[in-house]
């Protein structure tokens, strides 16, 4: 995010999607060829919690 100039101040920070493309090799073991994660990247910031995103993910910041 810092890379990309960081968010808006309208961005919600508490409901933030990362949307990912399950590897293949995972696909039968979890069921699903797509997931969507919903966090709360304030809090993730708060906690100093990091994000551990994969290629291909694609992050999704809402406004208020």
Do not use: K
């Not at 309208?10 to 797509?34: F, K």
């Amino acid at each position: 995010l810092h890379i990309a100039g960081d968010p808006l101040v309208t961005a919600y920070m508490n409901r933030v999607q990362i949307n990912r493309i399950v590897p293949v090799d995972d696909r039968s073991e979890l069921g699903m060829d797509r997931m969507v994660i919903d966090i709360n990247l304030g809090a993730a910031i708060s906690n100093n919690e990091y994000i551990e995103l994969n290629d291909g993910d694609i992050l999704e910041i809402f406004s208020i």
